[in-house]
């Protein structure tokens, strides 16, 4: 990710005047000790597989960039994961070099397998993180429901 300090003035502006939204819920919530829990990964990094669609603007507006997200399926090998992030002060260099910089899967398998999280969820998701929260609240509505039916009870989030 650019600095601010790196960004074109005007960017950093824009960045620095956008609202953060505040959402009237309790994100935390009790459940099973970490061991007997089934974990599931949501980026930010704008990735999908390669026969996906690719994440993209909006009505030709910067700033109206979809808050839809993307399925990854937990047997995705890393080469078959794309980036697609709009932003052209996206660093990608950390994804082309380790796609557990973006998407941890590998370590979250090795979790797993030293017995320190219950489960591996067979689903994960990936979202564009240029988008403005407020679009992705529906998305996130429905993607919360995904994560009930695969029996996922902790997520990590892999802001990006």
Known sequence: MARLEKMHPA????LLAMECPVFDSHPWAAGPPLHQRRVALISTAGLHRRDD???AVTSGNSRAIAGDYRVIPGDTAA?????????????????QQDWNVVLPLDSLHGLAA???IGSVAA???SFM?????KHM???AHDLARLLAQDHVNAVCLVPV
């Open 79 to 95: 080469n078959d994961l794309v980036m697609s992030h709009v932003s052209t002060n996206f660093d990608r260099t950390g994804f």
């Open 129 to 133: 993180g240029a988008t403005d929260p």
């Open 11 to 14: 960017m950093r502006a824009s």
């Open 123 to 125: 689903f994960h998701y």
């Open 53 to 55: 669609r690719p994440f």
């Open 137 to 139: 609240e529906p998305a």
């Open 114 to 116: 030293q017995g320190v």
